[in-house]
């Protein structure tokens, strides 16, 4: 077929017509064929069935005579016929009784009576076989078989056949040149129509046209609409060409237009550039401007607190501190904006904590929520969330002080709970999911579509009763979409809010409670009663507890502590901040035995924390809340009532400390938070003058402010790794201080060889933790004396004071001390035997309570506790008895110092 289709109309048309008349013509010399060959072939036969049966009758006489030379003369007749091949006679008994054989055949193998088919003739390939019987009155006496040649036969068809072949070709010739010529009328007229489409597609010329024609068919009709719709397109192409001229004019104004426009639009986007380029500097420098003063105000409040200031005074300081962070606060939000919508907040990509980033964050306002009474409830998928994630963990942070800061400001009354969780996906990657939910005043849902924008807040009014700028939630959910990740907000007016996001990171540790699970934290033999009124407070803290291992039941009062078993003794959490029972700390003091017989971990804010601190001593554990994870792993993995160590205090530092600052305010804030770290320091206020110091005198470290006047410190930095490699000198570390976080120009400050950076405003904490890096320390100080009446009871107080009895009671205290240091240097041989220390240790704690030494006693039944309580952990009854001999060490100093 795709032949054919390659064809002109000519040859389709020719071939057509030949091929109709070949196939008409093959059809009936087919019929012919085979009527001729049939016809011939009956007629045939009948021909010599006939003479068979002729022959038959006239040999009756010669084989009922037996008379064979008869028969053989008879027989000898058949040789007239030219196609007769053979012919036998056979008697009844089947055997040859006369034949007849052409004389041009030399062998011929007569043909086996009875092997003809039940027509008597079989018409073969060459032979034509015929058998008919030889009867006499009716019966059979023989048979005469007769074969003929068919090459005659053949001979004849096929002369009939080239005949018809002869004819055929003759037909089809003559069919092929009428069809020339009849083809002409069609496909010439067709011929030039195409030849006129294809000028008219090539040349554009619209005004060519096909010649007519007068055949009065289809093929006039097809002219004549041809040149028709050439003159259609014609009139069109003449309107298209004026409306064209008119358009390429219309154009060349627009191109002008445009032009112009270009220009303008060029210039507006160098300024805009350029705007962007002078706001970019114009934060950078407002950024250092503001936190050169703030620093100033920051650290002077800072030192004012540590003085011992009148309590107005202190309430003075308080309310100037929390006004500078708030000022700070959203100086931040506006800069951190800026840097967002400039394109210049460049993000981190680090291992670090989320559950210690939002505990944090939880602890840091959670103040806020205990002035409120607002419950400040923290959540986590413990079985799955990772140790550590990769990403960043400062704009991490940030999001979240900006949502839970939110959530406890807008909430007066109820509870605000945190919630971290995580998804896994393939490999390490994963899906981070932060919730904070409150009980506030909730926000409607045309608020909802708009309260992600710059300066928005849930009304007009909103800014008036709770502060802030409106930039948190914006700054929130461009911080997040940075990441990848998603923010949304579900609330109803009056019903509370719930804000929410996830964002896509990699996991760079294992859960976060498989270290804890390692550690064997869980005994089933140590139970876990919850005193906690709070439903959600309760909730998360048996969730946490069940994911350590541990099971836990809450009690319905305090008076159901009196009713737990003693053995082993159980770990009671109790909520000191209850306001639905009576007060904890009252019953408590009422109740001495529990605090000696039970483990009791006291769970509330910092004041009430200290408040029962300063009452019941180390008597009990205290937690602060919201209950962080390593607080409460912490308490698991001691359990046990002992007093714990002092916090270390910082060490003095040593060494030779330049400071580069040129506002004044600030070198008297240096000044005065180094004035206590230990460090001699000079202070300098230019780069060129603190190029010269370091020329001439050796320091161990540089604070080095980055923007000064005249030469910044980038530029000092550089030009003193320049002379200390002219002079072969070692590197003196130099830190930079500076109020941007912008990561290119940190990177600046490592290119010019600076170590490290400090952000302004900077704490005193932070101070001395970055000067520690790079200083050592000083040897540490004494332990500080214990006063005496924080280790002894009051009744043995006034013995040593009261002038009748002060030598006898002190000789009492000194005797106990000496026989109690011979038993503490005999308690840790006898570890491995536990049974074996209980009587000394009994003795120890009734000698204790009889001179009054409450601490020793304390810690003397923390040890017996652990002697009578299997398992025996070495380690733990090794720690008990060091803690044991800390306190001797304690008394006695206590009482070389006082008495």
């Known amino acids: 077929m795709a ?35 049939w016809g011939r072939r009956g007629a045939l036969e009948t021909q010599y069935r006939i003479q068979a049966q002729l022959m038959a009758q006239s040999l009756q006489a010669a084989l009922v005579f037996n008379d064979a030379p008869s028969a053989t003369d008879l027989l000898s007749a058949l040789k007239a016929d030219g196609q007769v091949h053979s012919a036998w006679l056979y008697d009844l008994r089947g055997e040859v009784f006369s034949r007849y054989v052409r004389a041009n055949l030399s062998r011929v193998v007569p043909p086996t009576p009875g092997s003809l088919p039940m027509s008597g003739y079989r018409f073969g390939k060459r032979l034509l076989d015929l058998a008919v019987p030889v009867t006499l009155q009716g019966e059979r006496v023989g048979l005469f078989y007769l074969r003929v040649d068919l090459k005659h036969y053949w001979s004849m ?26 083809h002409r009328f069609i496909t010439t007229p067709i011929q030039a129509l195409a030849a006129v489409a294809q000028q008219v597609s090539r040349e554009q010329d619209y005004a060519a046209r096909a010649p007519q024609i007068h055949t009065r068919d289809e093929l006039q009709l097809l002219v004549e609409g041809f040149n028709g719709m050439l003159d259609e397109i014609g009139r069109q192409d003449d309107a298209l060409r004026q409306h064209r001229d008119s358009l390429e004019a219309q154009v060349a104004l627009r191109t002008t237009e445009l032009t112009v426009l270009n220009g303008e639009l060029a210039t507006a986007r160098d300024q805009a550039l350029e705007s962007v380029r002078l706001k970019s500097e114009f934060l950078a420098t407002m950024s250092h401007e503001i936190s050169t003063p703030m620093n100033g105000v920051v650290g002077m409040l800072e030192l004012l607190d540590e003085k011992t200031l009148s309590p107005q005074q202190q309430e003075y ?15 931040n939000d506006i800069l951190d904006f800026s840097k967002v919508e400039a394109g210049h907040l460049v993000l981190e990509s680090i291992p670090f904590q989320p559950l210690m980033e939002m505990e944090e ?31 960043d963990p400062l704009r991490f942070r940030q999001v979240l002080t900006n949502l839970i800061g939110n959530a406890i400001k807008f909430t007066q009354q109820g509870e605000v709970v945190v919630a971290l969780g995580w998804q896994a996906g393939q490999g390490t990657a994963g899906v981070l999911h932060f919730s904070v939910k409150d009980t506030g005043v909730g926000i409607d849902a045309d608020t909802q579509k708009k309260l992600f924008q710059v300066f928005t807040q849930a009304d007009g009014s909103t800014t008036r009763r709770f502060g802030g700028s409106g930039l948190g939630l914006a700054i929130s959910r461009q911080l997040i979409e940075l990441q990848g990740g998603q923010i949304g907000v579900e609330s109803d007016l009056g019903q509370g809010a719930h804000f929410f996001f996830s964002v896509p990171m990699l996991a760079a540790a294992a859960p976060i409670l498989e270290p804890y699970m390692e550690s064997g934290l869980a005994d089933p033999n140590r139970p876990v009663w919850l005193l906690e009124r709070h439903e959600a407070a309760a909730t998360a803290l048996q969730a946490l507890l069940h994911a350590l291992g541990l099971s836990s039941q809450r009690l319905d009062g305090l008076s159901a502590i009196l009713t737990l078993g003693k053995e082993p003794p159980p770990l009671v959490l109790i909520n000191l901040n209850d306001s639905a029972r009576p007060d904890v700390l009252s019953w408590l003091l009422a109740h001495p035995q529990v605090c000696s017989r039970y483990e009791i971990a006291l769970m509330g804010w910092a004041t009430s924390l200290q408040e029962a601190r300063h009452h019941l001593g180390e008597s009990v554990h205290y937690l602060p809340k919201p209950v962080r994870l390593g607080e409460i792993t912490r308490l698991l993995q001691q359990r046990i009532r002992a007093v714990p160590d002092a916090p270390a205090q910082p060490l003095p530092l040593r060494g030779q400390l330049l400071v580069v600052e040129d506002n004044p305010v600030n070198q008297k804030v240096a000044l005065a938070m180094l004035s206590g770290m230990g460090v001699s320091v000079q202070i300098v206020s230019s780069g060129a003058e603190a190029l010269q110091w370091l020329q001439k005198q050796a320091f161990d470290l540089v604070l080095m402010d980055l923007h000064m006047p005249t030469m910044n410190g980038i530029e000092t930095c550089r030009q003193l790794r320049q002379w200390e490699q002219q002079q072969g000198r070692q590197s003196v570390a130099v830190v930079a201080l500076t109020a941007s976080q912008d990561l290119v120009e940190q990177q600046h400050c ?31 100080p004494a ?22 009895t002060q030598g006898a009671s002190r000789a009492l205290l000194e005797l106990w001390l000496r026989d109690t240091d011979q038993v503490l240097q005999r308690l840790p041989t006898l570890l491995e035997s536990p049974a074996a220390l209980m009587p000394l240790l009994r003795g120890l704690q009734g000698g204790a309570q009889q001179v009054g030494a409450l601490e020793m006693e304390r810690l003397g039944d923390a040890l017996l506790r652990w002697s009578a309580q299997p398992p025996h952990g070495m380690a733990d009854g090794a720690l008990l008895i060091q803690r044991l001999r800390n306190g ?3 008394l006695q100093q206590a009482i070389n110092t006082t008495l």
């Open 3 to 37: 032949f054919v289709q390659r064809l002109s109309i000519h040859q389709k048309l020719t071939l057509m017509a030949v091929g109709a008349t070949l196939v008409a013509l093959l059809f009936s010399a087919s019929a012919y064929m085979a009527r001729d060959y």
């Open 157 to 182: 068809l096929w002369q009939d056949l080239y005949l018809t072949l002869l004819f055929l070709l003759l037909a089809v010739s003559a069919a092929y040149v009428i069809a020339q010529r009849m």
């Open 317 to 331: 300081v308080e309310i100037a501190k929390h006004s500078a962070e708030a000022l700070l606060a959203i100086i």
């Open 361 to 391: 964050v939880v602890a840091l306002l959670a103040p806020r929520a205990q002035d409120k009474g607002v419950a400040l409830v923290t959540e986590a998928q413990w079985q799955v969330l990772p140790g550590q994630v990769v990403g």
């Open 750 to 780: 490592l290119d010019a060889g600076m170590a490290d950076f400090l952000s302004k405003p900077l704490s005193v904490e932070q101070l001395y933790q970055a000067l520690a890096r790079w200083l050592p320390p000083q040897s540490a």
């Open 783 to 804: 332990t500080p004396v214990v006063p005496l009446s924080q280790l002894l009871s009051e009744q043995a107080m006034q013995g040593l004071q009261a002038q009748a």
């Open 888 to 890: 001797h060490t304690r």
